[in-house]
């Protein structure tokens, strides 16, 4: 083990799989950092603790899963000439094949370690929050500002994630974009 330069890195890396797959409850520091190439003396020494070891983490990936997000979507949409915001439900259906088969690593932090002010809780909860944005973003876009119906098209989103990945069932998204599909019908001025 070494105190490599860019341990810090290697360890939101690490951290960022391992909770993932394991949940943060289930993943101890010693797999972090062997998983990382440190020892724990370094973990600590950059993070100070577990939780904002796990925090910062989330908020690491929580950016390169937004921008990912809106920028998949808005080229899916380009290929089909679907509405960006109805792209988003494909986006969501292929990462649940591929990557997010556990579905969203936010709204399983923001459960696990459900205590409004924990780091954990906090990180988890601005990623989701900053997906609703993107949301009623995509929406505006297509010429919808209710926030009646950004709420429920946020929900859709949520939902899709989280009974994809707790089902293992990918196609949850699809019928997420059917529902929001049928919500948009007649509310849009063509």
């Keep these: 083990m070494t105190d ?16 993932y797959a394991g949940g943060i409850t289930g993943t101890g520091v010693d797999a ?19 939780d904002r070891l796990v925090a910062e ?17 808005r080229r899916r949409s380009e290929e089909t ?13 292929n990462a649940l094949r591929t990557k997010t088969k556990a579905g969203c690593a936010f709204i399983n932090a923001s459960l696990e370690i ?7 809780h906090e990180a988890a909860l ?11 973003q995509l929406l505006v876009e297509a010429g919808e500002e209710d926030t ?25 998204a699809r019928h997420a974009k059917a529902a929001v599909a049928a919500l948009l019908a007649g509310r849009l001025v063509s």
């Excluded at 000439?81 to 259906?93: A, Q, T, Y």
């Excluded at 459900?114 to 954990?120: C, F, L, S, Y």
């Excluded at 601005?126 to 009623?136: D, I, Y």
């Design 4 to 19: 490599r330069p860019n341990a810090h890195d290697a360890l939101l890396g690490a951290t960022s799989d391992l909770t």
């Design 32 to 50: 972090i950092a062997a998983r990382a190439g440190v020892t724990k003396r370094t973990l600590y020494q950059h993070f100070g603790s577990k």
């Design 57 to 73: 983490a989330l908020s690491d990936r929580s950016r390169r899963a937004l921008l990912s997000l809106e920028a998949n979507a």
């Design 81 to 93: 000439g679907d509405l960006v915001i109805l792209s988003l439900f494909d986006v969501i259906e």
């Design 114 to 120: 459900n205590r409004p002010g924990h780091p954990v």
């Design 126 to 136: 601005a990623h989701l929050r900053a997906r609703e944005g993107l949301v009623h």
């Design 148 to 172: 009646d119906l950004a709420a429920q098209v946020v929900l859709l989103v949520d939902g899709a994630y989280a009974v994809g990945g707790s089902r293992r069932d990918p196609t949850a």
